[in-house]
């Protein structure tokens, strides 16, 4: 028991030392001045006189010594002090002598026989005011190498590192080892493993390739969303290959002093150079490799140092080293030019967003190490999770296993999967006190919303409804489509529209008033209609001409404003055509409603009743003489 506190403690301490000696030094510093105050009172004379006494005390006989220091003077007394109660013969004195001088000082020293020297003048606070003009200096010092202190620790991984600067300036001397993982572990992206197979031969036997004269390209630029795999990919291509892997971020660079990253760029190269074949991967390259010049910190700041040895070091290859660069950004659009230069990043590579397959692929790798249930369909997950990437997929997985954990479930079931994806989706159950009506008009929209759905000819088929609120949604109806869709047609977007529009419209129709749920339907339905008719072409005011305002980022899926390129009667255009088209599927929601009241009507009682339907429960509702009546109706609704 006792032997194993020691043990415990002993780290602990060693945490303590490491984290406060910099502060006892500091402290140290702190209290320099006032030591050195200290010894001037202990040392110093007791007495500081007035001018006047000292002549008086001089003309009377009884100064044996004077000591002058410019303005100052100290001296000593032959007898007691004819005032204060400590004057003794031989005591010290100080006095100030005026600083235009005495003229009849010096005569009345020599009449009366004293012993005169002269000194330096004193600078004023001597000693004391030295140390007060450095202490702030001596502060930041210790502030700066405390933080390098910091720094370095934090990158050679938590407080095995030693840390002094040589090392802070190498950056961490990361071992570099051979990743474990393989292409086998990349699920999906066949194009991506394709474009890199030829560097791993390149990687495993460069003789051969040296010998044919044959060149590799230097280096590669793995572009892609967030989450789909560069940086699993850059590892595997190590791994793959048998090669060490030396990697830094880009982010790691914007450190704290210029020069440091441009050295660490240099020791990285070195390093790789020396264990060739080896990869070197820089990750977040956009956060260092950011166009020039339009930096905030001026012409010369870290990071343009940083991307320029990254440039030089990239241009020293001789053409025979084994080394391979890697480079991963979700922002290729704002990377420097001379980055892509040839000789540089030449090679491009684009992971995209996996489709229904690699994303069962991806499951599969996921749940390798996870107990999973019988009833568990990859298939149908997968074909629930559009959008996701494979980050996205693993934190899918993760959530499932612990939602089961929290069941104390001892596999993970479909149903841990199917609440996983509501929460990454939609955000975690929300505990709301919802008021009756409220509740009814939140199930009348949903089933507005539902009821569209099933019944416009084009959308996407029904997943579920629910009026449970989650994250900031207080219900919702999804819809997933058969497979990916890589073009929208215009009936499909025209009967979209309808759907997003058909939960105030059943509001309309049903309570005779619409409310502040549909909100965000009026929202995502006007972004819907104004990107149809400027970027599709799809009305017959505008025609195809571009009038949009906006650019989309390719992998951010966020976008960016642009200036507006066009006339004002353009615009009134654009949003008498976006009202139109608006108002039409309002329009065709509102006559789907009207013509399936009871319907509609049976799919609320169930709702407020069951709170979510599944895909199954909604067809029972919306029976199939239902269906036969919407195909008659159908050719009478408003088409695209
Ligand atoms: P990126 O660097 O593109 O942002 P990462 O490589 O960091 O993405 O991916 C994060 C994690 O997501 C990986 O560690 C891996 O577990 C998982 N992942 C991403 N893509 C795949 C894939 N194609 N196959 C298997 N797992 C993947
Ligand atoms: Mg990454
Ligand atoms: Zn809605």
């Given at each position: 028991m006792a032997n194993k506190r020691k043990n415990n403690q002993r780290p602990l301490l060693n945490a303590m030392q490491l984290k406060w000696w910099p502060w006892l030094l500091l402290l140290l510093l702190l209290m320099l001045p006032y030591l050195f105050f200290l010894r001037e009172a202990v040392v110093a004379p007791a007495y500081e006189i007035p001018y006047s006494e000292f002549k008086t005390l001089?003309?009377?006989?009884?100064?044996?010594e004077v000591q002058l220091h410019g303005e100052a003077a100290t001296g000593r007394l032959s007898a007691p002090m004819p005032i204060g109660p400590q004057g003794k013969a031989g005591e010290r004195f100080k006095t100030r002598i005026p600083a235009f001088g005495d003229e009849s000082l010096l005569p009345a020293l020599e009449a009366q026989g004293v012993e005169v020297h002269v000194g330096e003048p004193k600078a004023a606070g001597g000693w004391f005011a030295v140390v007060i003009a450095i202490l702030p200096w001596l502060f930041l010092m210790g502030l700066l190498f405390w933080a390098m202190q910091r720094a370095?620790?934090?990158?050679?991984?938590?407080?095995?590192?030693?840390?002094?600067?040589?090392?802070?300036?190498?950056?961490?001397?990361?071992?570099?080892?051979?990743?474990?993982?393989?292409?086998a572990d990349v699920a999906g992206q066949e194009n991506a493993k394709r474009e890199v197979q030829e560097l791993v031969e390149f990687l495993r036997q460069p003789q051969q390739y040296r010998k044919l004269g044959a060149?590799?390209?230097?280096?590669?630029?793995?572009?892609?969303?967030p989450g789909t795999g560069k940086t699993l990919l850059a590892r595997a291509l190590a791994g793959e290959a048998g090669v060490p892997f030396y990697s830094i971020s880009g982010s790691e660079f914007i450190e704290v002093f210029v020069g440091v990253g441009a050295s660490r760029v240099r020791n990285l190269f070195q390093e790789a150079k020396k264990n060739a074949p080896s990869i070197i991967f820089i990750d977040e390259l956009d956060s260092v490799g950011r166009t020039r010049g339009t930096g905030l910190g001026g012409g010369h700041d870290e990071r343009e140092q940083t991307l320029n040895q990254i440039l030089a070091e990239m241009d020293g290859f001789t053409g025979h080293e084994a080394v391979i660069v890697l480079a991963a950004t979700n922002r290729p659009d704002v990377l420097d030019p001379a980055l892509l230069r040839p000789g540089r990043f030449d090679r491009h590579v684009t992971l995209d967003l996996p489709d229904r397959n690699d994303r069962v692929a991806i499951l599969k790798v996921h749940i390798r190490k996870v107990p999973i249930a019988a009833d568990v369909d990859l298939e149908h997950i997968a074909a629930g999770t559009p959008g996701f990437s494979g980050a996205d997929l693993r934190n899918l997985v993760n959530e499932a296993a612990l939602l089961a954990a929290r069941e104390r479930s001892k596999t993970v079931t479909m149903q841990h999967f199917e609440d996983a994806r509501d929460k990454l989706l939609l955000g975690s159950v929300r505990t709301l006190a919802i008021q009756p009506e409220e509740r009814h008009r939140l199930a009348v929209h949903e089933?507005?919303?539902?009821?569209?759905?099933?019944?416009?000819?084009?959308?996407?088929?029904?997943?579920k409804v629910t009026i449970i609120p989650r994250g900031r949604a207080l219900g919702g109806t999804q819809q997933l489509p058969e497979e990916e869709r890589h073009t929208l047609p215009e009936e499909y977007l025209r009967d979209?529209?309808?759907?997003?529009?058909?939960?105030?419209?059943?509001?309309?129709?049903?309570?005779?008033?619409?409310?502040?749920?549909?909100?965000?339907?009026?929202?995502k339905a006007t972004q819907l209609a104004r990107a149809m008719v400027t970027r599709w072409g799809m009305s017959e005011e505008i025609g195809p001409v571009?009038?949009?305002?906006?650019?989309?980022?390719?992998?951010?899926?966020?976008?960016?404003?642009?200036?507006?390129?066009?006339?004002?009667?353009?615009?009134?255009?654009?949003d008498t055509a976006v009202r139109r088209l608006l108002s039409e599927a309002e329009q065709a929601a509102t006559d789907i409603i009207d013509s399936h009241r009871a319907a509609l009507d049976t799919l609320i009682h169930r709702l407020e009743e069951r709170e979510t339907l599944h895909r199954e429960e909604i067809e029972q509702c919306l029976a199939p003489q239902e269906r036969a009546a919407a195909t008659a109706t159908r050719d009478n609704l408003p088409q695209g």
């Open positions: 001089l003309k009377a006989g009884k100064v044996t370095s620790r934090n990158l050679s991984g938590g407080l095995g590192g030693r840390g002094d600067l040589q090392q802070f300036l190498r950056g961490a001397t990361r071992k570099a080892e051979v990743p474990h993982v393989t292409f060149e590799v390209p230097r280096g590669v630029l793995l572009m892609g969303a089933a507005g919303h539902t009821l569209v759905a099933y019944f416009v000819p084009h959308a996407d088929p029904l997943y979209r529209l309808a759907v997003v529009l058909g939960g105030r419209a059943a509001e309309k129709q049903l309570l005779s008033s619409v409310s502040s749920g549909a909100d965000d339907d009026i929202q571009d009038l949009r305002e906006s650019e989309e980022h390719p992998f951010l899926g966020r976008e960016i404003a642009q200036p507006r390129r066009f006339s004002e009667s353009s615009a009134q255009a654009v």
